[in-house]
Each structure stands twice: as C-alpha cells, then as structure tokens.
C-alpha cells in the first residue's frame, strides 16, 4: 500500500480506481437500503396486519443496529484487518438481507433488520478506511468527492426504486435488490482490495457495550409501548424506559472510569462538543423521525402509490444536494455555526407547511418544502460535526466521531419511535369505530370512506408533523453556541485523518 500511497500527484492510478470501484459498490448497497425501506411502511403494516408502533421498529431496529456498531468498527479494524472487516460487513449485510426478504412476520423482519443493521454499519468506515489508506494524504479529497457522488444520489433513487419494486414486484425485493450489488461487491473485494495485517492496539469495552446497547434498546423500546399499553404512566412503558436510563447512566458513570471506554463522554466536557452533540440529537430525531411519515402521509391521506411517494420525496434529496458541497465550503469560510442556524432555519421553514398539511394540499407547495428541508438538511449535520472538530487536537477527532455519530443515529431512532406513537395515537381516535390497527386499518377502508375520513386523517399528520418543530425549535439553542468563526489552520496539516475519521462523511450524507 506505501506504493500506492506515493503515486501520482494527486490523480487516480489503475490500483486505486479499481479500490475506489469496490468501495462505490458496497457504498452503493448500504445506502440505498437507508432511504429505500420507508415507502414500504405502509405495504409491511398492511402485509404483516400490524400496527405503526409495531412496524416502525424495521427502521428503529436497524438504527439502534447501527449505532451499536459504529464503536466497534475501529476496534474491529485492528483486530481483523479492514480487508476481513469489509468482507464480514458485506456477508451480514447480505445474510440479512436474504432474511429480511424472506420474513414471514413483523417480529421476524425487525430481527433481520438488526442483523442487516449490524453488517451495514460497518461496511462504509471499513471502505472508506481502506480507500484513505490506498489514497494516501494528498489524493484523500479528490477520491473522497467520487465516492461521495452515489452518497448524495442515495436520497433520490432509494424511494424511487423502493416504490417501484413494491408497487409492480413485491416489497420484498428492497432487500433482495441487494443480492446481487452486495454478491459483486464480495467478489471483487476478495479479488482486489489490499491485504492488511491485524494490528490489535486496545482491548474492547465489552461492559460498557453491555449497558450501552441493551440501555438504548430498553428506553426505544419502552417508548413505542406508550401507545399500545395505555400511555406514558403504563408499567409496560415506564420499566423498561427506567431500566434503559439506568443502564445509559451506569454507562456513563463506567466510562469517566475506564482508560478505553466505548465511547469517550470526556469529549462532552468541551463546551463545543457538547453543543454539537445537542443540535444533532435533536436535529435527528425531529428530521429522521419526520421522513418516516412523508411517504405515509402521502399513501394514507392522498392515496398515492408507493412509487408515486418515492417521486413525491425526489426534491428532498435534489435539496440535500444542491447544499451539501457549498456548505463545506462556508464552513471553512465563515465558520460552522452560521451554517447551522440556516440549515435549521430552512428545515423549520420547510416542515410548516406539513404542520398544516391538509388532505388537499398541493403538491407543488409540499414539493417546494420537501426541497427547502433539504438544502437545510444538507446545511446542518455535517457543519455542526465540523463545529465539534474545530476545538479538538487531531488525536481527538476519531474518537469524536464515534460519539457524534452514535448521537445522531440514537437521535434518529428515538424520533422515529417518537413519532410513529404520535402519529398511532392520533390515527386511532380519528379512525371509525371498529377500525384497529391504526395506518393499517386508514389504508384498508374502502374508497368512498376514506375520501370521508381524508381530513381528519391529514389533521393526524399535521399534529405528528408539529412535534418535529417543536424539537427542531429546540435544537436551535445549543445551535446558537456553536462557533461563529473561520476554524484556524490545523497544527499538523501534514498528517492524514485517523482511519475512522472518513466514515462520518460516508454515514452522515444519507442519513437514516
């Protein structure tokens, strides 16, 4: 790899095109199973005759998967190489797929989806490793921008194709569409990557991965049972919410005591950090909680096919796109906070018209803020990231991008649990007697019926829709700590990034 390293100024050699080719295709796989899934919410609640706090958990279930991996990935690297991690990522990724697709209940599903989740989760830090690796210092930039091309085409496609392969084949053909992407992807990764050596350099944190995942698990958990058992005072919710919180409290407690913990919550201590920590906890979980119900919205209430919504949803990601470069770039030039507070306000501007969303809303005016909450989307969680960097020594920065990155996607997770208890509550005292089963039972009734019922049913999504500006609202206020200011010049700019560093671009970009 020290040749590979040295070669060319700044251009692509035969060796690294080809790296580059393989990372693009098990990039390609995991991202476009992050935006491909919710379109078919509606068709899994309808084919598995369960509720939306049920089957919200097959996109929970696989962020919670997620955040549990992402501290393992660095450590995981160095105990098997990053060739054999990619490669065991690609081979999770793909049983779990072929599980998924074969589900024969919800239940069944949501545990594919973990294992799924548990595999995807790794696959884009060990590429983007192994890409640094063979890039070297001075070609990291230009191979980081082509491999970021399928990341920022993934919010386009996913719901499109999603809503194709439901509406004319099946749903479960948005897991096996894997298959074949994920089989070429082994094959060449086994062909072409680089061997590596392992290189063990600190032990895991086995205990504190025993109170970290089954605490998030346990509070996600008691969180959607609101709804079904009787609300926020039932037994069914607060125990397992208390024992979650205790275990995240005894994780803390446990970290500030051990010299490798899981996650470093030293890092919180900075001011900045925390800040950062704070705005993309709540950015998440009112942004990613909110693209759980704009295809619902669209299926339930307009009648809209699953492809129909994937179209609808387009100028989201074309939103994110037009952004997410020119805001890297303001960032380096008037500092992230700036940045920030725009792409919060743009997302709040763009989620008031679905706070107010009727049965008969126009699509234009829903498309126009589906495409403003993108560019504010692709303006807000990697510069505040980028807030976080700037107060940190290099040595830092990895281990803050573990912790970042499990924030947003816990964040994620608890939104979409959130909001889907929110939206089941409103769905079933706006429903006609006898109705159970909440968006299940909104997408069975007959025509004539639901056309009656349409209103009220939109009323349901705007209530939902108004909690993600509540929170959104919130996170404006660590938004405002955040520095206002150009980044001074890094003290060693001729080192390269740790290896975990690449991966925040790679996850962040798509979101959940």
């Not at 068709?43 to 706090?53: E, I, K, P, V, Y």
């Not at 962020?63 to 990619?86: H, Q, S």
Request: no cysteine; proline share 6%.
């Amino acid at each position: 790899m020290g040749a590979t390293q040295g070669t060319g100024r700044g251009g692509f050699d035969r060796t690294l095109t080809t790296i580059s080719a393989v990372v693009v295709l098990g990039s390609i796989m995991s991202i476009l199973d992050t935006t491909i899934v919710n379109v078919a919410i509606d068709s899994l609640a309808r084919d598995f005759h369960t509720s939306l706090a049920t089957i919200q958990w097959v996109s929970t279930g696989y962020m919670l998967a997620l955040a549990t991996v992402i501290p393992l990935t660095g450590w995981a690297a160095d105990r098997f190489g990053t060739k054999r991690l990619y490669i065991i990522s690609i081979v999770l990724f793909l049983a779990g797929s072929a599980l998924s697709g074969a589900a024969w209940s919800a239940g069944s599903l949501i545990g594919f989806r973990v294992l799924q989740g548990l595999g995807g989760g790794m696959i884009m830090p060990a590429g983007m490793t192994i890409l640094t690796h063979a890039a070297g210092p001075r070609r990291v930039g230009r191979v980081m921008s082509v491999v970021g091309v399928p990341m920022m085409l993934g919010p386009i496609v996913g719901p499109i194709l999603g809503g194709w392969l439901v509406d004319d084949i099946s749903w479960r053909w948005i897991f096996y569409v894997n298959l074949p992407i994920g089989g070429l992807a082994l094959v060449a990764a086994l062909r072409f990557l680089p061997r590596d050596e392992p290189q063990p350099t600190q032990r895991l944190d086995l205990l504190g991965l025993a109170m970290l995942s089954p605490g998030l698990a346990a509070f996600v958990y008691g969180l959607a049972e609101t709804t079904s058992s009787g609300g926020f005072g039932s037994a069914k919710a607060v125990v397992p919410m208390a024992i979650g919180l205790a275990l995240i409290a005894t994780f803390v407690w446990h970290s500030l005591r051990t010299e490798t913990p899981l996650i470093d919550v030293r890092l919180f201590r900075n001011r900045t950090v925390t800040a950062a920590a704070l705005t993309t906890f709540l950015f998440g979980t009112a942004f990613f909680g909110a693209m759980l119900l704009f295809p619902l919205y669209y299926q339930t209430v307009r009648g809209a096919s699953a492809l129909s919504a994937g179209l609808l949803l387009a100028p989201q990601g074309l939103g994110a796109v037009l952004t997410m470069p020119i805001a890297g770039r303001m960032v380096d030039r008037i500092g992230p906070g700036r940045v920030v507070l725009t792409g919060l306000g743009l997302v709040l501007v763009g989620m008031l018209a679905f706070a107010q969303v009727a049965a008969d809303s126009s699509y234009l005016l829903l498309g126009v803020a589906l495409f403003v909450m993108g560019m504010g989307m692709g303006s807000t969680m990697m510069p505040a990231m980028s807030a976080a960097y700037q107060t940190l020594e290099r040595a830092a920065i990895a281990r803050a991008t573990t912790a970042l990155n499990i924030v947003m996607r816990v964040g994620g997770s608890i939104g979409t649990a959130l909001l889907a208890v929110v939206l089941q509550h409103q769905l079933s005292g706006r429903l006609p007697a006898g109705s159970a089963g909440g968006i299940g039972a909104a997408r069975n009734l007959p025509a004539t019926l639901r056309a009656e019922v349409a209103p009220r049913l939109a009323e349901a999504f705007a209530h939902t829709f108004r909690w993600s500006i509540v929170l959104l609202a919130l996170a404006l206020l660590p938004a405002l700590l955040l520095p206002r200011h150009k980044a001074p010049p890094p003290p060693t700019p001729d080192s390269p990034p740790s290896d975990t560093d690449p991966s925040v671009d790679a996850q962040l970009a798509v979101g959940a």
